[in-house]
């Protein structure tokens, strides 16, 4: 394992997490939308009983991810471990942080562009993050698990 190159590849993998979740926040979920997977079913959650979408990503992670683990090893694991605990970290801090009301109230006013704004976004983010080998978590790890 390259320290330098895996190193590398950690920077990546943040700014792709960063990415997808200011997509979630100021676009999905001002429109009342959901994502697939388990970002999908955790934001079903928090607009039925409020529960943390992050927290929530969390827990459904867990067992998905020892899948992953016993399937690709730990290398593999290392990476996913990224996607599994900080996008759910960056989702509570962009809820807090990044944020922007004007987006919020356009994506609010009009769905269908916070869907479209929203796709490209998170769809960026995560092609950024699969791009070195990692993913979101969730359902990502179960397709890459399958192929």
Do not use: H, W
Request: aromatic share 10%; charged share 10%; glycine share 14%.
């Amino acid at each position: 394992m390259n320290i330098k190159k895996l190193g590398q590849e950690f920077i990546i993998i943040n700014i792709g997490l960063f990415i997808c979740s200011i997509g979630i926040v100021n676009f999905l979920i001002p429109s009342k939308l959901a994502a697939g997977g388990v970002t999908g079913m955790s934001t079903l959650l928090y607009y039925i009983l409020e529960l943390p979408i992050g927290l929530t990503m969390l827990a459904l992670n867990i067992p998905i991810f020892l899948l992953g683990l016993l399937v690709y090893g730990k290398e593999y694991a290392l990476k996913c471990l990224c996607g599994i605990f900080l996008f759910p970290a960056y989702t509570g801090l962009s809820e807090k942080l990044f944020s922007f009301d004007s987006l919020i109230v356009f994506s609010g006013t009009l769905p269908l562009a916070g869907a479209v704004l929203a796709g490209i976004i998170v769809g960026t983010g995560i092609g950024i993050t699969i791009s070195v080998g990692s993913n979101t978590g969730g359902s990502v790890i179960l397709a890459q698990v399958v192929r």
